[in-house]
C-alpha cells in the first residue's frame, strides 16, 4: 500500500561562486540574485514555482555574504521561508541536503524534502510541479526520485543520467547509471542511443530516507552535519551552523554519496523548458529575442547584428556588424566574446581573483542590510561613495582607525551619532567622522535617505570598520 503524501518541503540550494555569468554576477551577487529573464530574480523564480497547493514553506542554505539580499528578495514577493540556513564553507549538495533531513525529520519523521538549484531556468513551471507531485508517492514509499530533463541537443556541459526499465505504476524509470559531462562525440552519441537525459539536480525522496542512506554510506558526513547544526546559533531570520565541523568533513554531491550506491535510485524524465543557464549563450537560448534573433537589453545601439546577446547595465553600447558574440556591459567591467567561448569566462575571473581584483568579488553598488553603497570615485588616498539608508534602518555603531569621513545629506533625513553627540541633517547639511570617532547613520524617516561619503586616509578598505553594536548581527 503506498504511503500518505503530505506536503513537499522544498530545500532551495543557494551556493554559486558568480564566475560563469560575470561581468553580471559576482562573488557577492552569483546569478541566483539577479533579474535575467523576465520580472523576478531566479532564486525569486524558484521559490515561487515551489510555494503552491502541496508544497510547505521553503527551507534555504546559503552562503553569510547572500543572506540579507535573500531575505529581502523573499520579503519582495511576500514569500516567508521555513529558514535560512548558513553555510560557513561551501561543501557540495549532499551535506546541505542532509543538514536539511536532519531539520525536517526533526518536526515530522515522513517529511518529504524537494532538493533543488536557486538558478535554472523553467519555462514550465506548472508541468514541473504535476511532475513532483506524481513522483510523491514513489518517494514517500522509499525511492530517491531524481528528475532527468529529456536532451534535444548533445551537449556537454551538464552530466547525464541513463534509465533502465520502467518502474510499475508510473512514469519513473530505475536509474542504471550516472555518466559524467561527456565531450562532444560522447554526447552525441548519448543523444542518438536516447535513454539518457541530462542531470537535473532536483531531487525528491523522504527526509529520513535519504538520512539512513547517507548514514549507511558517508557516516562520517551525517555526524559532521549533526555536530554542525547541534551548535548552530540562531540570528534573527537566520540559522548558522556551526563552522569547525561542517568545514572538517570532506564534502560531496548527492548522486555520488548517495545516488550511485542506492538500490532504490529512480529518474523521472521531464520536458519542462529547463535550462541551468550555465553560460552566455545558454542565456540567450532561454530568453525571448527580437530582430536578427539578437537579444538587446540596456542603452545599446546595435546595427547589422546578429544572434548575439548585448546588454549593458552601465555604459552605452554601440554595437557593428557583431554576429554571434556576447557584448555585457556593467559600470565597472565590459565581457567581449563569441557566444560558444562565453563558458571560458571563469578564467577572466580566476585571473582577477589571482591579482586581488575587486571585479571578481563585488558591483560597484554593494547591498547591505541597511540599505546599499555605490562607490562613485576613488584616487590615491580618498574614495566618494552613494550610501542608501533605507526607512527605519541605520548602519552599526562603529570607527575607523585609519580613515576619516565626511558625510553630505543630498535627500532625506539624517540621525548621526558621533561621540556622546546626535545631530539631525537634513538635505544640503553636513558633518565630519574624525578617525577613531564613534559613529552611526540612521535614517528615522519615512523616505530613503541619501548621503553622499568622502573617504580620506592612508587605508580605506572595508575591513577597516570595528564594529561596537549592530542591529543585523554582525560582528
Request: proline share 5%; net charge negative; hydrophobic share 45%.
Amino acid at each position: 500500500m503506498a504511503a500518505k503524501v503530505a506536503n513537499i518541503h522544498p530545500v532551495i540550494l543557494c551556493g554559486g561562486s558568480g564566475t560563469r555569468l560575470w561581468p553580471l554576477s559576482r562573488a557577492e551577487y552569483p546569478k541566483q540574485l539577479l533579474r535575467l529573464i523576465g520580472d523576478n530574480t531566479m532564486v525569486q523564480d524558484t521559490a515561487k514555482r515551489f510555494s503552491g497547493p502541496g508544497f510547505a514553506a521553503p527551507l534555504f542554505l546559503c552562503n553569510e555574504a547572500h543572506r540579507f539580499i535573500l531575505a529581502e528578495q523573499m520579503r519582495q514577493i511576500d514569500i516567508e521561508p521555513a529558514r535560512i540556513v548558513l553555510e560557513p564553507v561551501g561543501r557540495n549538495t549532499a551535506p546541505a541536503a542532509a543538514i536539511a533531513a536532519l531539520m525536517l525529520t526533526a518536526q515530522d519523521s515522513d517529511a518529504l524534502m524537494l532538493i533543488s538549484p536557486a538558478d535554472h531556468v523553467i519555462t514550465d513551471p506548472g508541468g514541473l510541479a504535476a511532475a513532483i507531485h506524481q513522483a510523491a508517492a514513489l518517494a514517500a514509499d522509499g525511492s530517491l526520485v531524481t528528475f532527468g530533463i529529456t536532451p534535444d541537443a548533445p551537449e556537454t556541459g551538464y552530466g547525464y543520467i541513463l534509465e533502465g526499465d520502467a518502474i510499475a505504476g508510473g512514469p519513473c524509470h530505475k536509474v542504471t547509471r550516472f555518466v559524467e559531462k561527456p565531450d562532444a562525440a560522447r554526447a552525441q552519441e548519448y543523444l542518438a542511443a536516447g535513454g539518457y537525459l541530462w542531470n537535473s539536480g532536483m531531487f525528491l525522496f523522504s527526509a529520513a530516507h535519504y538520512l539512513s542512506e547517507l548514514e549507511r554510506l558517508q557516516p562520517d558526513m551525517v555526524s559532521a552535519c549533526r555536530a554542525a547544526l547541534g551548535r548552530a546559533s540562531a540570528e534573527q531570520d537566520f540559522l548558522r551552523l556551526d563552522e569547525a565541523p561542517f568545514a572538517a568533513m570532506t564534502g560531496d554531491s548527492i548522486d555520488y554519496a548517495v545516488m550511485e550506491d542506492c538500490e532504490q535510485a529512480a529518474v523521472m524524465p521531464i520536458n519542462v523548458g529547463w535550462s541551468d543557464v550555465g553560460s552566455w549563450r545558454a542565456l540567450w537560448q532561454v530568453a525571448a529575442r527580437g530582430d536578427g534573433d539578437n537579444l538587446i537589453e540596456g542603452d545599446v545601439i546595435a546595427l547589422d547584428c546578429k544572434s548575439s546577446y548585448i546588454r549593458s547595465d552601465g555604459p552605452l553600447i554601440a554595437a557593428l556588424g557583431l554576429e554571434d558574440i556576447a557584448v555585457v556591459a556593467t559600470k565597472d567591467a565590459i565581457l567581449i566574446a563569441p557566444k560558444d567561448k562565453a563558458e571560458a569566462v571563469k578564467d577572466v575571473v580566476a585571473i582577477l581573483s589571482a591579482q586581488d581584483r575587486g571585479e571578481a568579488v563585488s558591483h560597484t553598488r554593494v547591498v547591505r542590510p541597511w540599505g546599499a553603497f555605490e562607490g562613485l570615485r576613488h584616487g590615491p588616498g580618498f574614495q566618494v561613495k552613494l550610501l542608501t539608508v533605507n526607512p527605519g534602518a541605520g548602519i552599526s555603531l562603529q570607527y575607523h582607525n585609519k580613515r576619516a569621513e565626511h558625510w553630505v545629506v543630498v535627500a532625506g533625513r539624517a540621525r548621526v551619532t558621533r561621540d556622546a553627540e546626535t545631530l539631525e541633517l537634513n538635505a544640503n547639511q553636513s558633518t565630519f567622522i574624525a578617525t577613531g570617532v564613534h559613529h552611526r547613520l540612521e535614517n528615522p524617516g519615512s523616505e530613503p535617505l541619501h548621503v553622499v561619503e568622502v573617504q580620506s586616509g592612508d587605508y580605506l578598505g572595508e575591513d577597516d570598520i570595528v564594529r561596537i553594536e549592530d542591529r543585523y548581527g554582525r560582528s
